[in-house]
């Protein structure tokens, strides 16, 4: 799954006005979008994630600002670093990420591909490990 996740660019139109993103479901992102959220206000030194999701497919963007991302497998890590709004890291299921390095401002969007269920979440990193590991 690890192998999977990766930063996808998405489309930007510049002109004198500025620049214009877009992204589509089931085009930019391979899955069909059912819901955006956003992180914001984070204050200096956050850790936000600590799980991973048995089903959900996510597409995280830094819509402002900047912020680290490591990813997990149960044995393999992988640490990713998103600045631009024009870049998406795509996590597919069964990866645990953590998020920190926030900077001041920083905006974080989601786009996932489901409704929020708390039962799709692996909260427990040993659970997790045993689970990714069958
Ligand atoms: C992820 C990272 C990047 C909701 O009620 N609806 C929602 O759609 C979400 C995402 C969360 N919540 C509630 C659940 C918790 O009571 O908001 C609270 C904080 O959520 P959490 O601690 O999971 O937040 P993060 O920033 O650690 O993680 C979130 C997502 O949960 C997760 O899927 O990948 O952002």
Same mark, same amino acid.
């Given at each position: 799954?690890?192998?999977?996740? #990766? ?5 930007? $139109? ?13 085009? *930019? $992102?391979?899955?069909?979008?059912? #819901?955006?959220?956003?992180?914001y206000d984070v204050p200096a030194g956050? *850790? ?29 890590? #992988? ?15 069964? $990866? ?25 979440? /692996?909260?427990?990193?040993?659970? /997790? ?6």
């Amino acid at each position: 799954a690890l192998d999977d996740c #990766r930063i996808i660019e998405l489309p930007q $139109v510049h002109d004198q006005r500025g620049n214009l993103t877009f992204v589509e479901g089931g085009r *930019h $992102v391979p899955f069909d979008i059912r #819901r955006a959220y956003y992180l914001y206000d984070v204050p200096a030194g956050s *850790h936000r994630g600590g799980h991973a999701h048995r089903e959900l497919s996510q597409l995280i963007i830094a819509m402002s600002g900047s912020f680290d991302i490591l990813l997990d497998d149960g044995c393999e890590k #992988r640490k990713f670093h998103l600045a631009r709004p024009h870049y998406g890291l795509l996590i597919t299921p069964m $990866v645990w990420r953590e998020m920190d390095n926030f900077s001041g401002g920083s905006v974080c969007m989601v786009l996932a591909s489901a409704h929020y269920d708390e039962s799709d979440y /692996f909260r427990d990193y040993q659970q /997790f490990c045993a689970a990714a590991s069958r």
